[in-house]
């Protein structure tokens, strides 16, 4: 008789409680799986990280799964109440991507070739003041080009080069899910300079307008799924840009300052101007104000050394 009720009674079932929390905080975590290892009997945390689960017998493995944070397996031998801590997952090949499709797959199973650039990398070791120009040679395969050496001069951002003959060839941007518009703003150069074609406009876009130390990471999606995903308009590329979100804690406050200095390379000088060669070029009534200048002030100022600082009038 007991060896028969003995084999009985381990085999018997029971219920398991608990909660589960973050490792780091110890915040509750809903939506963890619970789940009696082998087997397919399970439960899901509740939004305060609680759980109950009848365990059909003992001894049994509890498998506790959740997005981002690392799998914990626990021997359980015999009805229990349980509080599990999660740690989040530090492994790159285990985190998880969400896509456009709000699908999530993990990076060693995608199809897209991604690349990101953190906050640190962004801002860490450049003076660049937007983000197309920050972003410069610090992701393989992106071919960014100034359209000008000019102050303020656009950027153009190609991913998977020339894909439209007159359509855009900019990719899609998208910040915090949010498509941003990048169609290339026309500066209205060429209407000062008279030029015609549509190429010298010196055009931006607005990429631009965001501010590098706002960014928290970017992700670069070059693969041609990525089409697939955003549809027509990631034919050439996707970009998305996650900005920064305020965290718990104590307050931090950086401060940082670019110092420099300007210094013209080449003067045009100015012409060794006298009353008889102000007479030979604009005439009689010229040479009369130079003179009368002259006599006033003793010399002439040269206006490119006042423009640049080198002097004060």
Request: net charge negative; glycine share 12%.
């Amino acid at each position: 008789m007991i060896f028969l009720t003995v084999p009985l009674l381990l085999a018997a079932q029971g219920t398991v409680t608990g909660k589960v929390a973050e490792g780091s905080a110890g915040l509750p975590l809903p939506g963890v799986n619970v789940v009696v290892k082998g087997t397919t009997t399970g439960a899901i945390t509740d939004i305060d990280g609680d759980f109950e689960l009848l365990v059909p017998s003992f001894p049994s493995t509890l498998v506790f799964s959740s997005l981002g944070y690392a799998t914990t397996e626990i021997n359980l031998t015999g009805p229990t109440v349980l509080s599990v801590n999660m740690e989040e997952s530090a492994t790159g090949l285990e985190e998880v991507i969400v896509t456009g499709l709000a699908s999530s797959v993990k990076r060693q199973n995608l199809a897209n070739a991604v690349s990101t650039v953190s906050a640190a990398e962004l801002v860490g070791t450049t003076s660049q003041s937007t983000v197309d120009g920050a972003l410069y040679g610090k992701i393989p395969g992106v071919n960014i080009t100034a359209t000008s050496g000019a102050p303020g001069g656009g950027f153009a951002l190609r991913l998977r080069g020339i894909s439209s003959i007159n359509g855009n060839n900019q990719p899609l941007i998208i910040v915090d899910g949010v498509y941003y518009n990048n169609v290339e703003i026309p500066s209205g150069l060429r209407f000062a300079s008279g030029a015609n074609r549509g190429n010298e406009e010196n055009s931006s876009n607005r990429l631009a307008d965001l501010d590098p130390n706002d960014i928290q990471n970017i992700e670069v999606l070059k693969g041609s799924s990525a089409a697939a995903i955003y549809g027509q308009r990631g034919n050439a590329g996707v970009v998305l840009i996650t900005t920064k979100r305020g965290q718990t804690g104590k307050t931090k406050i950086s401060f940082s300052q670019d110092l420099g200095t300007n210094k013209i390379a080449k003067r045009l000088g100015m012409r060794p101007w006298t009353a008889a060669s102000v007479e030979s070029a604009f005439g009689a009534a010229e040479r009369a104000k130079y003179e009368a200048t002259m006599a006033e002030n003793g010399k002439l100022y040269d206006f490119e050394d006042i423009i640049y600082g080198i002097l004060v009038p």
